[in-house]
């Protein structure tokens, strides 16, 4: 079946540092992808849309200059956390919808990436 | 404004017997519903869909129930395995977009 990976799995960073998170859609293109966030014990909260050969479309209160999102080819979207802060430390995961009508495609999602920040 | 609630954080249930989920929504434009399953540290999992055209969907021991009236949905396993025990999230999507909004999630624990 389809499969998003997402790297890295985990990373730490110091305060002030820049963090790029990959997402790759194996085995399918996929002209949008999805950024979610999560917080413990909270719900995946969409972030962004990312979309080929254009600009990502963000959510209310999402920070575009804070969360870069480039979606420069059919299969890699990223993530650039810049100028990361503690509050900034969450579970951060892609998603992409996979080929065909959307009642027959649900989102596949990658395996998140946990950040860290110190 | 939790458009998808899951009102219960987590359950507790004994092998073999049914597990009920439930989850609530407050926007009536979500026109598709869709059940995922996440263990820790890994991203969530498909498992069942519903159209809000249907009020049922059947997939081995899942199945989902749609109660439109009420912007209600259950997953319903049965019989419950221990591997079943994860986080599940609940999700709707508006036909109007493909923005997929989920639920805060239920931890169910099957115990032997």
């Known amino acids: 079946g389809a499969v998003v990976s997402q790297h890295p799995s985990w990373v730490i960073c110091k305060s002030g540092t820049s963090v790029k998170i990959e997402c790759r859609s194996l085995?399918?293109?996929?002209?949008?992808m999805f950024w979610y966030r999560q917080f413990p014990k909270q719900s995946l909260m969409l972030m962004a849309t990312?979309?080929?050969?254009?600009?990502?479309?963000?959510e209310q209160g999402v920070e575009k200059d804070k969360f870069l999102i480039n979606h420069a080819s059919l299969t890699l979207s990223t993530l650039t956390v810049t100028s990361a802060h503690p509050e900034d430390s969450s579970f951060y995961i892609c998603?992409?919808?996979?080929?065909?009508?959307?009642?027959?495609?649900?989102?596949?999602f990658g395996n998140g990436t946990r950040l860290t920040v110190t | 404004d939790q458009q998808v609630k899951q009102n219960s954080p987590s359950l507790s249930v004994q092998e073999g017997r049914i597990s009920i989920l439930n989850c609530d929504y407050t926007n009536s434009m979500f026109d598709y519903f869709l059940w995922y399953k996440k263990y820790p540290a890994e991203g969530p999992t498909f498992l069942i869909s519903?159209?809000?055209?249907?009020d049922k969907n059947e997939d081995g021991r899942f199945t989902v129930f749609l109660n439109k009236s009420a912007k209600h949905l259950s997953l319903h396993i049965v019989p419950s395995q221990p591997g079943d025990s994860a986080v599940y999230f609940c999700?709707?999507?508006?036909?109007?977009?493909?923005?997929?909004?989920f639920g805060t999630g239920t931890r169910l624990q099957v115990f032997p």
């Open positions: 519903i159209s809000s055209i249907k």
């Open positions: 998603s992409a919808p996979g080929a065909g009508a959307r009642y027959n495609s649900p989102l596949h």
């Open positions: 999700a709707a999507i508006s036909y109007n977009t493909d923005k997929l909004i």
């Open positions: 085995d399918f293109q996929a002209t949008t």
């Open positions: 990312s979309n080929e050969g254009s600009k990502a479309t963000y």
